[in-house]
Nanobody
Framework: QLRLVESGGGLVQPGGSLRLSCTTS????????IGWFRQAPGKGREGISC????????VYVDSVKGRFTISRDNAKNTVYLQMNSLKPEDTAVYYC???????????????????WGQGTQVTVSS
């Protein structure tokens, strides 16, 4: 079973940048499509970006397009989320997750993921 641990969150001013990392263990990362999700206080969990097993076909929700970039290094067992031009509305707990089954491609649908990290807090505030 793949285990996932997020890191890189923190407090940043509007317009700033952060890079989140999702470090995996317990199984071969290249066997899983990976998604990044976030959950703001009082809101449901939403998919914001995902990437296929090989690192191609990245998908972004409209609210982060042009600002966030997802990538992966299967040799390092790590998936990244580079977040630029951060806004206060990006404040949330960010999670990475592995898609269930052996699908090559990822999706932003929360219900398609069965293995989750514990989350990392991102706060965008002046």
């Amino acid at each position: 079973q793949l285990r996932l641990v997020e890191s890189g969150g923190g407090l940043v001013q509007p317009g700033g940048s952060l890079r989140l990392s999702c470090t995996t263990s317990g199984s071969t990362l290249s066997s899983y499509a990976i998604g990044w999700f976030r959950q703001a206080p009082g809101k449901g969990r939403e998919g914001i970006s995902c990437i296929s097993r090989s690192g191609g076909s990245p998908v972004y929700v409209d609210s982060v397009k042009g600002r966030f970039t997802i990538s992966r290094d299967n040799a390092k067992n790590t998936v990244y989320l580079q977040m630029n031009s951060l806004k206060p509305e990006d404040t949330a707990v960010y999670y990475c997750a592995a898609r269930s089954g052996s699908s090559w491609y990822a999706t932003l649908e929360v219900g398609e993921y069965s293995a989750w990290g514990q989350g990392t807090q991102v706060t965008v505030s002046s």
